[in-house]
């Protein structure tokens, strides 16, 4: 069958549970050929074997039953960096691109030196942070999955990013006192929500936080003293503004930040 045919096919498989089917066919069409999407587009005509076809097909079929597309493609893209990602590991959102702006401000504003990030998944934010700044990085996760992918990832860029596993502020122990800024997109999904079938495939311990989805936020905050005079940003759900205000209220100075689309989703808390 021809690209061309083959891509018509992929598109419409695509079409109900997709918002860009054309864009997806092709990466699923550069998957199963190892081909850029550049080279792809620029040969409609050339003939691809039967067994690509049908591995391309189910794929489509796969990726329509919702299956993240990132899983199937191996790649996700996040403040201007490719990366590796997997089944089992969170996938970056656009949103969280504005945590890292916020951290380098004020990475640059108060001159911080030694930053970690709590729950690092593919290590979008630590590795991005450390690609633009000069400071140490830290980054943590519980999970063993997560851990590997970030390394694969931190080595492809050679970020100067430590990875550290454990829960909350544990494996930072050691070298806590360093620690100027603690940056975070946490779970923060009440465990009733209902969420996307694509959602609901990437690992639940990286969205759901208790029934409330304040979880990480009432565990992470329990021991205020060890966190004296340190800065924390983290992402949030919009409605969590008020409950989050009475939660960390005695802690110090709370400020909320929104996102592109200009929904509250990130707070930086200056602890006193
Ligand atoms: N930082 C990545 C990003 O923005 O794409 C991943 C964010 S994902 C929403 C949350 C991450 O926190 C997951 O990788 C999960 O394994 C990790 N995590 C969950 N509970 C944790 C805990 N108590 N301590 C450290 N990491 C945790
Ligand atoms: N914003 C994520 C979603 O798509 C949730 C992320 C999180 O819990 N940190 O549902």
Sequence with gaps: MKLREL????KDVLKEASESPGSEALSILSKVTSQTRERLLMNFEEEIPEKVCQVAISLAKKRASGYPLQYITERCYFYGLELHVCEGVFVPRIETEILVDLALELIEERRFKVVADIGTGTGC????????????????DVSEKALEVAKRNVERYRA???????????PLLPVLSDVQLIVSNPPYVPTGAKLPLDVLREPHEALFAGEDGLEFYRNFFSDPSLLTRKTIIMEMSPEQEDPLRALLKDLGTITFFKDQFNRTRFFRLDVA
């Design 160 to 170: 100067r990013v430590q990875l550290l596993k454990g829960a909350y502020l544990t």
């Design 7 to 10: 891509y018509t096919i992929l």
């Design 125 to 140: 934010i630590a590795i991005a942070i450390a690609l633009r700044s000069e400071g140490e990085v830290f980054a943590t």
